[in-house]
């Protein structure tokens, strides 16, 4: 560990906020989380994260940084009732189509709720000596020493408190307010200029059901994941968690929207082209009400353009960039970020935010690829589809259906899907190979499969 500041601030104590208060504690005597909601010691939700009420799981290279930075968490979270299961052989994957065929993998998975991986998160890091959290507090704005360049703390309000904003004075300021950060309008009001944002719409909308859940359900697997496909572009996914409960989420793209009554939800079930999230839901107890979740569009920030920047500040996690969350990556690219930004410390303060920028925007390139490349499959999806887009949608359409038989194209579509590899994995000649072969079927078998989908439809 390399002391390089007294006393870092991070705005947040959702899951960004507690990884990058992670790394800062390896290099600052004291770091303080300033977080807006009262935080219950129960694995409760709550306001301030609207979807820690939806489906969670968390992808197997973030389970891999959350062991690094906690060691032990995983198995501690096991214990509490989380479900360890392997990504590529316990749960079901539908695309194109067709499933990803079963194998065993070195793929570790997690299986628990949003909110009892983030209090086990928040428990572990709040035993560290230099880490203290003020709760039910507001970040007003940062404060700004213009002769040196640098924000030198935050102004802060108690929430219900008449008095006036207290001033926290910090070496670090570490935004990870979420989606909703004000970082741009402060970097305004600052003199400096704003970050390019990169939005694609996908109006997605889903309703959230918890199940009460017998282990031989599902055919003995502990998740499946319905990709939204064409010709209906609806989406669904079923996930194992703690207390014996499947979670389900099922949703669709622009305006199609899942009936918030019983029946509609199970007809909206029913839809899906492929019937395992139905023939579950449909005899199994229902242990919560209907709960609906709205995502307008994939929000990207880019702060690694910026010329000029304030020294003593930083953004992080989902207020640089918020992916759709159907495909579960936001959690695992915040583990990752969190790593970079230790090693951006481990350098130095100099330049800091220059290097974790370029650092945070090369590690968000690949998920942002993966979602934003997914969704522009959808035809009412706007977006640009350069070459690269569109031959790269075509290619994984054809691995996942060559995978449907081939346990090592499934094993490395999902390395890349967990954020294990780099996708340009997947271009191995190798495996180009084995697409290759894999789309070469006598017309008798092709005809076979769409007449399954058809059927299962």
Known sequence: MTAIGKHAIVIGASMGGLLAARALTEHYDLVTLVERDELAEADEPRKGVPQGRHTHGLLARGREVIEQLFPGLGEELVRRGALSGDVADDVLWFNYGCYLKNAPSKLAGLLLSRP??????????????????????????????????????????????????????????????????????????????????????????????????????????????????????????????????????????????????????????????????????????????????QFGANLRRHYEELAQFPEGYLVYGDAMCSFNPVYGQGMTTACVESLALRDCLAAGPRQLAKRFFRAASRLIDIPWQIAVGSDLQHPRVEGKRPAQVRFVNWYIANLFRAAQHDTTLAASFLEVANLMRQPSALLDPRIALRVWRGNRAPASAVKERRSLAAAAK
């Open 116 to 293: 009892m991986l983030e209090t086990g998160v928040r428990r572990r890091l709040l035993q560290l000596a230099n880490v203290r959290l003020r709760e039910r507090c507001d970040v007003v704005a940062p404060i700004f020493d213009r002769e040196r360049g640098r924000v030198t703390g935050v102004r802060v309000k108690a929430r219900g408190d008449a008095k006036d904003a207290d001033v926290i004075e910090a070496d670090l300021v570490v935004d990870a307010s979420g989606r909703g950060s004000q970082s741009p309008v402060w970097l305004a009001a600052l003199g400096y200029a704003r970050p390019r944002e990169e939005t694609v719409k996908v109006g997605i909308g889903y309703m959230t059901r918890l199940f009460r859940r017998q282990p031989a359900e599902l055919h003995g697997k502990t998740a499946a994941i319905i990709a939204a496909c064409e010709p209906d572009w609806r989406f669904g996914a079923i996930l194992a968690q703690e207390g014996d409960r499947w979670t389900v989420s099922l949703g669709g793209y622009l305006g199609d929207q899942v009936p918030g009554d019983e029946s509609g939800y199970l007809e909206f079930a029913r839809s899906l082209p492929t019937p395992e999230i139905y023939d579950v839901i449909a005899s199994a107890e229902p242990l919560s009400p209907i709960i609906p979740y």
